[in-house]
C-alpha cells in the first residue's frame, strides 16, 4: 500500500498518543479501532487503489426481513463508501429484499434458504452457510468478507481501517467487565468451552470478518463443532457465538473492533470514551420477530 503524495495530516508523536482513555493495541499487539486513533484520509487513500471486493453477508429469515432496507440504505450512506461491495442476502423470503439504489461498483445477490424452526436454529446454521458460500462462490468474488446482523443500522462512517486478515467486534455490554463475567460456554463438555480464568475480551458475532481464507477457517471450525455438540444433544449458551469467542480465544485476532463498531440502542446513554456511534442495533421487540422459540 503506497500513499499518495499531498496528502495532508497532523503530525504523529510517540510521546503524545491520540487516546489515553482507552486500550488502543491489545497483549498480542493487535490494534484496537477507536474514533482518534487513525486519520481516514490516510486510509481511504492506502487501500482505495487495491481494488478491492468487499464481500458481505447478511441474514433476513422471517420478520427479520423487516430490517433489510434501512440496513442496505444506512450501509449505501456510510458502509465502506468509494470502495466495490458485494452484499449477499441470506433469506427464505427473496420477494421481501428491497429495492435500494447501489453505488457504482457495488452489488446484491439474493440467496435462498429454508426458514428453521427455531431462532437458535438460523444462529447455529449461519455458520455452515457462510461456509458453503465462501467455498462455492464468495473466494472468487471478493477479496475481503464482513458478517454482519441485519437488525442494525449505520450511522457513521465505517471504512477500510477494519480491514484485517481477522476481525472481531468487542461487545458493547462487555467492554468494561472482568472476564468472569463474560457469558462463555462453561460446560467442559461442550466444544465451546472457556474456563473461569481465562479469556481476553467477549466478541460479539453480530459482527466479524477478514481475509476470504481466514474467515472460511473460522466458520468451519465453529460448524464442525456446533456438529459435535448437536452429537451429544447439547446447545451452546449463546450458539454460535459461543463457539465463535472459544475459536478467537485461543487463534487471536489481528485487528479489534472498539464497540463503536458495534453497539447497541438499548444502552441508552452514550458514555465518555465512545466519541461516536458508526453501527448499532436497533431497538425491538425480540419476542415479536423471533417468531419460534
Not at 98 to 116: Q, T
Not at 192 to 201: C, E, V, W
Not at 259 to 284: C, G, H, T, V
Request: net charge neutral; proline share 6%.
Amino acid at each position: 500500500m503506497v500513499l499518495p503524495q499531498r496528502v495532508h495530516y497532523q503530525q504523529p508523536s510517540i510521546l503524545r498518543p491520540q487516546r489515553t482513555d482507552v486500550l488502543a493495541v491489545s497483549p498480542w499487539l493487535a490494534p484496537i479501532v477507536w474514533e482518534g486513533i487513525f486519520e481516514p484520509e490516510i486510509i481511504d487513500n492506502m487501500y482505495k487503489y487495491l481494488n478491492l471486493t468487499i464481500a458481505t453477508t447478511v441474514f433476513a429469515v422471517g420478520k427479520y426481513t423487516r430490517f433489510l432496507r434501512d440496513f442496505l440504505e444506512t450501509a449505501e450512506q456510510h458502509y465502506m463508501v468509494g470502495f466495490k461491495v458485494h452484499y449477499y442476502i441470506f433469506t427464505d423470503q427473496p420477494k421481501q429484499v428491497p429495492e435500494v439504489a447501489l453505488a457504482p461498483g457495488r452489488e446484491l445477490s439474493v440467496i435462498l434458504v429454508p426458514k428453521f424452526n427455531r431462532w437458535q436454529e438460523i444462529s447455529l446454521r449461519r455458520m455452515e452457510i457462510i461456509q458453503t458460500t465462501i467455498e462455492e462462490r464468495i473466494h472468487k468474488e471478493a477479496d475481503y468478507i464482513y458478517c454482519l446482523d441485519v437488525d442494525m443500522k449505520f450511522h457513521n462512517r465505517w471504512g477500510p481501517e477494519v480491514l484485517g486478515s481477522l476481525v472481531a467486534a468487542i461487545h458493547p455490554w462487555f467492554y468494561y467487565r472482568n472476564r468472569v463475567n463474560f457469558t462463555y460456554e462453561r460446560r467442559p463438555e461442550s466444544k465451546a468451552y472457556i474456563p473461569m480464568d481465562q479469556g481476553d475480551f467477549y466478541y460479539m458475532a453480530a459482527v466479524f470478518g477478514g481475509r476470504i481464507e481466514n474467515v472460511h477457517k473460522l466458520t468451519k471450525t465453529c460448524r464442525e463443532n456446533l456438529e459435535a455438540d448437536k452429537s451429544i444433544d447439547l446447545e451452546a449458551v449463546w450458539q454460535e457465538e459461543s463457539h465463535f469467542n472459544r475459536y478467537l480465544l485461543y487463534r487471536k485476532p489481528t485487528k479489534l473492533l472498539s464497540p463503536e463498531y458495534m453497539w447497541d440502542d438499548l444502552k441508552n446513554s452514550q458514555p465518555p470514551e465512545i466519541k461516536i456511534i458508526r453501527f448499532a442495533a436497533i431497538l425491538k421487540n425480540k419476542a415479536e420477530v423471533r417468531e419460534n422459540v
